[in-house]
């Protein structure tokens, strides 16, 4: 398995530029990233990010595009009529870090429904899976009850709907195991083979694997057999220093 860290999540201790070169003296060559910038960004916020990255030797797995002030409750723009063209913007911006940085898995949050248009949420689903260079993600998330989309099935129906063939479900084994999904009935056609990336943490706690009761490592080896061939990105809240959570990797 190829495994990347999560920038935004792992390595806090670190300020943000320092974290992709950390990510690589541990071993590891993928990094990931929520939206790494405050609404639309500058050039200058962009070249600081794409070089950071560079700079380290990383791989940018994925990024998600601008998905609001995730503190406040907010969990994506795609949805609302008055934030089309801020998320237009800052997609516009994500796919000029993807042909940067050679990223080509892009993670979409809609938004919550308070609000929404289901008819602007695919459109605006629509645009990015034309502009962005690589595959949209759609993510199921759980503890954000008025947010869409909570099992595989609802992400796999809403990227039917989108229709593009570079649509695809981000299985987050934390939300997803959260929310009662069966991990296992992941692993069969044809949900296997819809699945674009796949992030992991143990539950409850959203800690390294080990610490909970989701039995991450083995659905892993599972996920292998199947022939899954893509990144597994580590998102997790670490219980002790980021580089001292990594015992659990099977090759460490």
Known sequence: MR??????????ELEP??????????????????????GVPGDREVERFVTAIAGAGAT?????????????????????PSRTA???????????IGERLGCRLFNVLPGNRTGASHDVLLENLAYAARRLPGTVLLE??????????SRAADALALAGEVGPANVSLLADVYHLGVNGDDLDALLA????????????ADAPGR???GTGALGV?????????????????????????TSDSFGWLPDR
């Not at 495994?3 to 806090?12: A, G, P, Q, R």
């Not at 801020?86 to 000029?96: C, I, L, M």
């Not at 892993?220 to 809240?237: I, M, P």
């Open 140 to 149: 199921p998330l759980s503890g954000a009850p008025d947010y869409p989309l």
């Open 217 to 241: 490592t083995a659905w892993l080896r599972r996920l292998a057999a199947t022939g899954y061939d893509g990144w597994v990105g580590l998102e997790y809240v670490p219980t002790r220093s």
């Open 3 to 12: 495994y990347d860290v999560n920038i935004s999540i792992l390595f806090t």
């Open 207 to 209: 800690h390294e694997p």
């Open 60 to 80: 940018l797995v994925s990024l998600n595009v601008p998905h609001g002030d995730l503190a406040a409750g907010e969990r994506g723009l795609a949805a609302f």
């Open 17 to 38: 530029e320092r974290r992709p070169a950390a990510a690589v003296a541990a071993g590891f060559t993928g990094v990931e990233s929520w939206w790494p910038f405050a």
């Open 189 to 200: 056609p044809p949900v296997v083979e819809r699945i674009g990336h796949v992030q992991v």
């Open 86 to 96: 801020e998320f237009r913007d800052g997609v516009d911006v994500a796919a000029d």
